[in-house]
């Protein structure tokens, strides 16, 4: 355990409970390509009680990471599970034998990777299932979303979870999706140098939904650029810890899930809720995405 304050990025209401911003990913915990076992499970199993000892109360996953290797690894680490734990997993896709990820978008397929999650992670129900929508696996593409988010609405009458979200959608989506049922988190790829969601992203908060980048830190290629490496230097700081401090920065509705499989970065990236940065700090660093999307 460390003595990082996370609390000091503050709270946001999610769904009816409250969560810091500051949260943890868990998809780093499978093996390579997210598929199978990680080389050491005791070391996974130690990030997620570190995390949780670090106060840490907002943990996302889904069954489909391993397949179902990481919920595994969090029951095993954290089950009977904190009070205040928040549990945000994701369906909509199921893995191939070759590691492939494809839809799985029927009712059926939804209610079945609804299943596993209760199983794996040891849970009646889920606080918060996104829907993680497959028409383009790389990117929101617009199109109907309602059949899908209809059967996992009547899941959700059912009592099998608590909250619904969304994950690779636009903002028609959205709005589509909360014709059917409210909706408290979007999940998309979002950070310094990918700003596609920025418009998503303040539309979201004025209706006091949660938004939950993915590839925070830049994902399978993590973050590069020499004004952010600039900019850590300067500060003394690591350039994951800026740019986690920049999305923390960027909007109060955004929390933040950094995947890590080791202690010593999970560390690291818990440090950045106390992270101030000035504006001036602040307009350099928005000069990156600027470049990336007028490149
Ligand atoms: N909805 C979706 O479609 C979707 C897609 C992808 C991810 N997600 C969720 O989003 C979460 C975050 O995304 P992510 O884990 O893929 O990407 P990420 O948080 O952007 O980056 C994770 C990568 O950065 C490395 N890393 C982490 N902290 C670091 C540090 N302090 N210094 C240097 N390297 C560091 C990790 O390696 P080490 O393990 O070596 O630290 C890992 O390779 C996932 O855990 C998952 O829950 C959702």
Redesign the pocket.
């Known amino acids: 355990m460390t003595d990082i304050d996370i609390s000091a990025a503050g709270t946001f209401k999610f769904g009816d409970r409250t969560v810091k911003r500051m949260g943890y990913?868990?998809?780093?915990l499978a093996g390579p390509g997210v598929f199978g076992p990680p080389k050491d499970p005791d070391a996974a199993r130690a990030v997620l009680r570190e995390a949780i000892a670090s106060g840490v109360d907002h943990i996302?996953?889904?069954d489909f990471y391993g397949p179902h290797v990481t919920n595994r690894l969090i029951r095993e680490a954290l089950h009977p599970y904190p009070d205040d734990l928040v549990i945000v997993s994701?369906l909509g896709a199921v893995r191939g034998a070759d590691a492939s990820w494809n839809p799985a978008q029927s009712p059926e397929a939804l209610a079945q990777g609804l299943r596993d999650n209760l199983e794996n992670l040891g849970l009646k129900a889920m606080e918060v299932v996104?829907l993680?929508v497959m028409s383009d696996v790389h990117g929101p593409s617009e199109g109907s979303i309602a059949p899908q988010f209809t059967a996992l609405a009547e899941l959700q009458q059912q009592g099998l979870i608590r909250h619904l979200g969304l994950?690779?959608v636009t903002s028609a989506q959205v709005a589509e999706a909360r014709t059917i049922a409210p909706v408290v988190c979007v999940?998309n790829?979002y950070?310094l140098a990918h700003r596609d969601d920025d418009a998503l992203i303040d539309e979201l908060n004025e209706l006091g939904i949660a938004y939950t980048p993915?590839?925070?830190?830049?994902?399978?290629s993590?973050l590069q650029s020499s004004t952010l490496s600039a900019v850590a230097d300067r500060l003394g700081r690591?350039s994951?810890q800026v740019a986690l401090a920049w999305l923390l920065h960027r909007s109060p509705n955004i929390l933040l899930?950094?995947?890590?499989?080791?202690v010593a970065?999970l560390h690291?990236?818990l440090q950045a809720a106390e992270l101030v940065l000035s504006p001036e700090v602040i307009a350099e660093l928005d000069a990156i995405g600027a470049k990336t999307v007028h490149a």
């Open positions: 990913g868990a998809m780093q996302d996953t889904s994701k996104n993680r994950s690779n999940q790829l950070n993915f590839f925070p830190l830049g994902g399978f993590p690591t994951m899930i950094p995947g890590t499989s080791s970065h690291e990236n």
